[in-house]
């Protein structure tokens, strides 16, 4: 009787392993076929275009803008009927191009004068509504360039408003 328990044992642990065996392969199987389904999905719409991609992205470079803050605000008076009445305006030049910012660190002086001219034409109303408020950035960035296009420079990308007082 001890010899038939030995034999009786025997087969069931080569039926164990071989379940085992069957369900690593079954497993290692599945998880290779999730990954290859995956990169398929991914990778469907690619094939066909990946020429124009390429060239699209070879010719579409992002190039981050720089800006130049001007620290000291620019304060004039502003017309209007009756009362005298001040504008105060920090501003910030941005541009993509490191060279305008440069040239326009190098005319400081001369930009502050221009900008403080500018704002000194506008008009207390003008400014109290969004339109007048929306307006300024773009007359502003309109003088700064006809100032750096007048030195020789080139021309900012935008005007920003940091702080916006009227009194």
């Known amino acids: 009787?001890?010899?038939?328990?030995?034999?009786?044992?025997?087969?069931?642990?080569?039926?164990?392993?071989?379940?085992?065996?069957?369900?690593?392969?079954?497993?290692?199987?599945?998880?290779?076929?999730?990954?290859?389904?995956?990169?398929?999905?991914l990778g469907q719409g690619d094939d066909s275009t990946a020429d124009g991609d390429t060239e699209a992205a070879a010719e579409e470079v992002f190039v981050p803008a720089s800006y130049l803050v001007m620290d000291k605000p620019l304060v004039t008076t502003i017309s209007n009927p009756g009362r005298q009445r001040y504008i105060q305006v920090y501003l910030a030049l941005e541009s993509s191009q490191e060279a305008a910012l440069q040239a326009a660190r190098k005319h400081l002086p001369l930009l502050r004068n221009a900008l403080i001219s500018e704002l000194g034409t506008s008009e207390f109303t003008a400014l109290q509504t969004v339109e007048g408020r929306q307006a300024l950035p773009e007359r502003l960035l309109a003088t700064v360039n006809t100032t750096l296009e007048a030195e020789g420079e080139p021309a900012v990308d935008r005007v920003l408003l940091r702080n916006f007082v009227v009194q």
């Open 1 to 41: 009787m001890a010899e038939n328990n030995e034999v009786a044992a025997a087969p069931k642990k080569k039926g164990r392993l071989k379940t085992i065996l069957l369900l690593i392969v079954v497993l290692v199987l599945a998880i290779g076929l999730s990954i290859a389904g995956t990169l398929w999905f």
